[in-house]
C-alpha cells in the first residue's frame, strides 16, 4: 500500500500527462529506505522524476526513469542534519531549495539552486534571519509563497513578540529566484489574542491574509488584509457578520478577475450543524467588498453529500479543501468529508469552533495538496516535519496507535459571479486508515478535458485509481479507472 501511494503521488506530479492508458508503475523500495524517512514528490526535472528523501537527517534526491527505476541518488550534502523549514520549488530545469536552519537562537533562511543533474549549483546564501529564537524549538520561522503564474515569489516571517504589534516582514524574488524588495508592516490590535492566517500572493505581487481576532464567548472578528507589491499601501476591510459563526474559512486569489473570494462554512448556533456556506468577494483595484452571501442549503443538496437518512448533519463533516475560479467570474468550491476517531470516540469540528487546537496562523493555502492536511494534521497526526510524509512509520508523527481516519465524499459546490449556488455535485469514496492519514484522499490534474479527481482504491487484493472528471461544462464523468503494475 505505501508503494501504490508513493506512485499515485506521483502521478498526480505529472500536470497534464494523459490518463487514458490502463496501468501505471510502481517504483520499488529501496535498501536505504527506512522506516520513518520523510519524503516528498518533487515532479519531473529534465528527463527523470524526482523524489526528495531524508533518512535520519541524510538528505538525498533519488531520480527516477519512465519506468520508475532508479538512475541516479544525489546526496544534499549542504543541507544540515537539522531543519526548521524545507520547501521546494521545481522546473523544468532545475529546483530551488528554501531551508531554514537555526545556530544559537538565530533561525537563518537560506536559498539552493539545483541543475538537472542534481548537483548544487554554486553556494547557497543567507535571504533572511530571526534573532531570539528559543534553542532546540524547531521553529519555522519563514514562509514561502508564489504567485499562479509562478513570476512572483515571497518569502516572508510574522514577530508576534508583541502581541498588539503583529510585525510581518516579506522579501520578494523574480521567478529566477533573485532578490528584488521587501518590507515590513505592524498590524496593530488592542487585543491580544490576535493572529494572521491565510496567505496569498496575486500575479502583481500584492499580498493578502487574514486577521483572527479573539472574542469572549463570541466567534472571532475577522478581517481581510491587503499589502500593495511595493509594500506602501496596507489596507484592512473588516468581514461584518453579526449572525453567522464562520468555521474553515479559505483565501482565495482569483487573478482573472483581481479579485479576492473568502469562502466558510457556517452554522447559525455553536455545536449546531452546518447550514450553508457564506462567501465574501473584495475587488483589488478598488480596494472594496463587492459582494457577500450566505447560501443555505437545500435538503436535496443535503442528500447528496449525506453519507446516511439524518441529512441535518451532511456538511458537519467536510472540510473546504480548494476553490477554483472560473472565466466568468463564477467558481466552485471543493470539499471533503474527514473524520477521525480515538478508542472510538469520534473526533468533531465543533471541539476546535472558534479556533483552538485546529488554529494555526501557517496552515494557510497549500495550493497543491498533498494528500493529507486534514484538520487532525494541525494537531500534528499524520505528517511528519515540514508537512512532508513519514514513509511506513506506524505512528506518523506524533499520531496515537488507536486512531482511525477516515476520508468520503468530495462535495463539488458551483456558484455564479453573484455567490450564489447554481449546483452541487458528489464524487463517492469510502476511505479509512489506521495511525496514518497518507494512504487516504484524493488528488487533481487540471487539462484540456477539465479537472480529473483521482484516488486510491482496491477490490479484495487488486489496487487501482479511481477517476473522475469534471469537465469546464460542469459536467462530471464517473467510472474510469487505472490499475497497478507493482515492481516487487
Request: glycine share 6%; net charge neutral.
Amino acid at each position: 500500500m505505501v508503494k501504490s501511494f508513493f506512485s499515485f503521488l506521483m502521478l498526480c506530479l505529472l500536470g497534464t500527462t494523459s490518463l487514458k492508458a490502463q496501468s501505471y508503475t510502481v517504483s520499488s523500495i529501496e535498501k536505504s529506505d527506512k522506516e520513518g524517512m520523510q519524503y516528498e514528490i518533487l515532479g519531473k526535472v529534465g528527463e527523470h522524476y524526482w523524489v526528495f528523501k531524508n533518512n535520519e537527517g541524510i538528505s538525498t534526491i533519488a531520480q527516477f526513469n519512465a519506468q520508475m527505476l532508479m538512475v541516479k541518488q544525489n546526496d544534499l550534502a549542504f543541507l544540515p542534519k537539522q531543519l526548521n523549514g524545507l520547501e521546494f520549488v521545481t522546473f523544468s530545469d532545475k529546483v530551488f531549495v528554501v531551508y531554514q536552519f537555526q545556530v544559537n537562537t538565530t533561525v537563518y533562511a537560506a536559498l539552493a539552486q539545483i541543475n538537472a543533474d542534481g548537483q548544487l549549483v554554486g553556494t547557497p546564501k543567507i535571504l533572511d534571519t530571526a534573532e531570539k529564537i528559543r534553542p532546540g524549538s524547531g521553529t519555522k520561522v519563514f514562509n514561502l509563497l508564489q504567485s499562479d503564474d509562478h513570476q512572483k515569489v515571497i518569502l516572508f516571517s510574522v514577530n508576534t513578540t508583541k502581541a498588539n504589534a503583529l510585525k510581518v516582514r516579506t522579501i520578494t524574488l523574480n521567478n529566477n529566484f533573485e532578490v528584488t524588495g521587501g518590507s515590513e508592516f505592524s498590524v496593530q490590535s488592542s487585543n491580544k489574542k490576535s493572529a494572521l492566517s491565510d496567505f496569498a500572493l496575486d500575479n502583481a505581487g500584492n499580498l493578502f491574509c487574514l486577521r483572527n481576532v479573539t472574542q469572549t464567548n463570541a466567534a472571532p472578528a475577522v478581517s481581510l488584509i491587503f499589502l500593495s507589491a511595493n509594500g506602501t499601501e496596507v489596507v484592512e476591510s473588516p468581514i461584518i457578520n453579526n449572525s453567522l459563526l464562520l468555521d474553515n474559512i479559505r483565501l482565495t486569489v482569483d487573478n482573472g478577475k483581481n479579485r479576492i473570494l473568502l469562502n466558510s462554512f457556517y452554522a447559525t448556533e455553536k455545536k449546531g450543524h452546518v447550514e450553508g456556506l457564506y462567501s465574501y468577494v473584495w475587488d483589488v483595484s478598488t480596494r472594496k467588498e463587492v459582494f457577500t452571501n450566505a447560501n443555505r442549503f437545500t435538503d436535496a443538496v443535503r442528500t447528496a453529500v449525506a453519507q446516511k437518512r439524518n441529512i441535518k448533519d451532511a456538511f458537519d463533516a467536510c472540510y473546504v479543501d480548494n476553490i477554483s475560479s472560473q472565466a466568468d467570474g463564477s467558481y466552485v468550491v471543493v470539499a471533503e468529508q474527514a473524520e477521525s476517531y480515538v478508542n472510538h470516540n469520534s473526533f468533531s469540528r465543533w471541539d476546535y469552533y472558534y479556533g483552538g487546537a485546529f488554529y494555526n496562523p501557517f496552515m494557510f493555502n497549500y495550493w497543491n495538496r498533498p494528500f493529507g492536511f486534514y484538520p487532525w494534521a494541525r494537531m500534528g497526526w499524520g505528517m511528519g516535519p515540514w508537512m512532508m510524509h513519514s514513509w511506513g512509520n506506524p505512528f506518523a508523527s506524533y499520531g496515537y496507535p488507536s486512531v482511525t481516519y477516515n476520508a468520503d465524499k468530495i462535495a463539488l459546490l458551483s456558484f455564479d459571479k453573484n455567490g450564489s449556488l447554481q449546483w452541487a455535485k458528489t464524487i463517492d469514496k469510502s476511505q479509512s486508515d489506521q495511525n496514518v492519514d497518507q494512504f487516504i484522499g484524493y488528488g487533481t490534474i487540471h487539462n484540456q478535458e477539465g479537472v480529473q479527481f483521482l484516488f486510491h482504491d482496491k477490490q479484495k487484493v487488486v489496487h487501482f485509481l479511481d477517476i473522475n472528471t469534471l469537465s469546464q461544462l460542469g459536467q462530471l464523468m464517473k467510472g474510469a479507472y487505472i490499475m497497478t503494475n507493482e515492481k516487487n
